[in-house]
């Protein structure tokens, strides 16, 4: 079953913040989070593992709920090039660790 | 920096032919998975590929579609007799099975006329 991601858009002002979720039914063993821009392959942000273990890239971070099987994803002080789709992936622990991706978050960050 | 790499990056084909699609894993993974993503739509798994077998399979890798690792470096995605509903982004991806991070390759575009 998919993982549900919310909002399903968002637009921004350059340099705003914004918080991407995603929740499942499923235990999760990790959930991966993407980013896409149109045309292109989805590019690896970072992945947080069970444990609830939170973690930073620059003005990018994600927190991991076990207990809730949810995560988000924070973006802060936006930047243009932030524009994008961001899909969560979330694996549950299967041995083939496959990802089963949610429907995507359009994030439009304006001048 | 290694990765994924897919060829050809944009495929035209007539329903009912035959199309390979062919990606180059980086090197030390031991993982590769295909995806496929419909225009505008969310990523959706078709099948794993571990130890020289398919490991898992979604409900959309029907007999029509192979996947072959024939010489230890190329996976290829095999389409027998290519459907309108084929078209769509194919992603090769890899994971090493140490780091867990799922590296995208940049996609085949499948276009079924």
């Known amino acids: 079953q998919q993982p549900v991601q919310s909002p399903q858009a968002v637009i921004l002002r350059e340099g705003e913040d914004a918080v991407i979720n995603c929740s499942s039914s499923k235990a999760l063993y990790s959930v991966h989070w993407y980013r896409q821009k149109h045309g292109e392959a989805p590019v690896f942000l970072m992945i947080l593992l069970k444990g609830g273990e939170q973690k930073g890239h620059e003005k990018i971070s994600a927190s991991f709920n076990e207990k809730k099987q949810q995560s988000s994803l924070y973006l802060t002080a936006s930047q243009l090039s932030y524009s994008g789709t961001y899909f969560c992936?979330?694996?549950?622990?299967?041995?083939?660790?496959?990802?089963?991706f949610g429907k995507g978050t359009l994030l439009t960050v304006n001048p | 920096e290694p990765e994924v790499t897919q060829t050809p990056s944009h495929q035209v084909t007539q329903m009912g032919q035959e199309v390979i699609l062919r990606c180059v894993p980086i090197?030390?993974?031991?993982?590769f998975y295909w995806y496929r993503q419909i225009l505008g739509q969310k990523v959706e798994f078709l099948v794993s590929?571990?130890?020289?077998?398919?490991?898992?399979k979604s409900e959309i890798f029907d007999d029509q579609f192979s996947v072959e690792r024939p010489d230890g470096s190329n996976f290829t995605l095999k389409i027998r007799s290519t459907k309108l509903e084929d078209s769509a982004m194919y992603f090769c991806a890899s994971f090493g099975g140490r780091t867990y991070e799922q590296y995208f390759g940049p996609g085949t575009r499948l276009t079924v006329t």
């Open positions: 992936g979330t694996d549950s622990g299967g041995s083939n660790y496959k990802l089963t």
């Open positions: 090197s030390n993974h031991l993982y």
């Open positions: 590929f571990y130890n020289n077998e398919i490991s898992e």
